[in-house]
């Protein structure tokens, strides 16, 4: 096996550890990724290099690199302006909550 | 060695690495210290992958044809230098001090609706036969993404979710206010381009862009906030499908320096205080250059610093609730 394939196998075992999409959007990073990098022909035109760096980046954001680099306090993720916020829009988005009639008028009605 | 092993388990797992080294304090010391980060610009320049762009649309994209005032031709906005007359200051703020005209909800106006917005349309603001800024290189040269209104249109929103993420950690009535006033003007400040220099004449066109603009607003930063509050690989496919169109054969370090870019700025809207944000003083952090995290000291020393600027803000309209702590 060359160096060239054990990178792109890399990189698809870690595309194929990635989470589905919450939501269905036009179209999903994943599944992209992972057809562009079992793509032999499409490998072949990719350097060496370049393909180590697609895989050290992947790898970083799989890792969280910026998220614990750069990390944030409450005061961002649970502003004081609205502290449920961003609790109520994870709680949608993984279907744990729906937004029940009565609610949906408090938040066009409040903004909150 | 050790917390090498860690971080290359981690994509098995639903938890960030972070918070599993800090817990371990027996870890801790195999812990190798943190290595400063790229700028955004260096990281995006590392890659030689050939620049491709995925073909979205039929034909080539109207590109505008005349140039507007950046943002008005108001000598208020278009004239940096200018200052109001001695009298008129005087009047201002005796009829400021009369009425006790709360002064943080009307500072929303000028400095949401204008400094703000202004900060966020320059980033990628381009016109054709004329040389791109800085900023508009970074995105248009080595990102390389398609120079179009629509593309202009997702750097702006994606600034504009940044700046609205530390407007929401504002007092309700305040961030509620900002927000409003800046993507007012955003949508304002579209529709008047695709009228005058993009040259669409027809008004019901312009209102359809519009309602397909806000449409792919409301979507994208759903998908931000999603990012944000999750992992750096859900903020990356959100850029992934929003900035980078969804492009199959993206450049991975591109979409890396992005996701880097944003979280630095939405660092440093953390560590300002309400009222630092709300007089103005937010800047974005320019691609070619690396926020470093703050020690505790200098984080303290800033604080001081910022009281003390403050302290001496006596006058009717700089009159402030907004915290000077948080």
């Known amino acids: ?112 | 060695m050790l917390s090498k092993r860690i971080v290359a388990i981690r994509p098995l797992s639903s938890s960030t690495a972070a918070s599993f080294q800090h817990k371990n304090q027996i870890l801790n010391k195999f812990n190798q210290p943190q290595k400063d980060l790229e700028t955004p610009l260096e990281l995006a320049n590392q890659s030689t992958l050939p620049k491709t762009q995925p073909k979205l649309l039929k034909k080539e994209p109207r590109q505008p044809t005349s140039k507007n005032p950046f943002l008005s031709d108001h000598k208020i906005e278009n004239d940096p230098n200018y200052k109001m007359s001695g009298l008129m200051q005087s009047i201002g703020q005796l009829v400021i001090k009369i009425f006790s005209i709360d002064m943080d909800k009307t500072r929303a106006g000028p400095v949401a609706g204008s400094l703000y917005y202004g900060e966020c349309k320059k980033q990628a603001l381009y016109y054709p036969n004329e040389p791109l800024s800085d900023t508009a290189k970074f995105y248009y040269e080595t990102l390389n993404l398609p120079r179009s209104f629509s593309q202009w249109f997702q750097i702006t929103n994606l600034h504009y979710w940044i700046l609205s993420v530390r407007m929401r950690a504002m007092p309700f009535k305040y961030g509620k206010n900002y927000q409003q006033k800046l993507v007012d003007r955003f949508f304002r400040d579209m529709e008047l381009r695709m009228a005058q220099e993009l040259n669409i004449s027809s008004n019901r066109i312009i209102e359809g862009y519009l309602k397909d603009y806000h449409t792919q607003m409301l979507g994208s930063i759903v998908s931000f906030d999603e990012g944000l509050m999750t992992d750096d690989i859900t903020l990356a496919g959100a850029l992934w499908r929003n900035v980078f169109n969804g492009n199959p054969d993206v450049d991975m370090r591109h979409v890396e320096a992005l996701v880097g870019y944003v979280r630095s700025q939405l660092y440093v809207l953390n560590k300002m205080s309400d009222r630092e944000f709300g007089f103005g003083k937010f800047k974005f952090v320019p691609p070619n250059e690396v926020v470093k995290p703050l020690t505790k000291a200098q984080e303290e020393e800033l604080r001081a610093k910022v009281k003390a600027e403050f302290d001496s803000h006596n006058l009717p309209s700089q009159r402030s609730v907004l915290s000077l702590d948080e």
């Not at chain 1, 993984?94 to 408090?106: D, H, L, M, N, P």
């Open chain 1, 1 to 112: 096996m060359t160096k060239h394939t054990e990178i792109a196998e890399k990189i698809v075992a870690l595309l194929k550890t990635l989470p589905k999409d919450r939501i269905s959007h036009y179209a999903s990073f994943k599944e992209v990724q992972l057809a562009r990098f079992q793509n032999k022909e499409h490998l072949a035109a990719i350097s060496e290099q370049d393909l180590m760096l697609q895989y050290i980046s992947l790898r970083d954001l799989v890792n969280d690199k910026y998220k614990n680099y750069y990390k944030l306090d409450d005061k961002l993720l649970k502003p004081k302006g609205n502290p449920e916020y961003y609790n109520r829009l994870l709680g949608q988005l993984k279907g744990e909550k729906k937004e029940s009639f009565w609610t949906a008028v408090r938040t066009v009605a409040f903004g909150k």
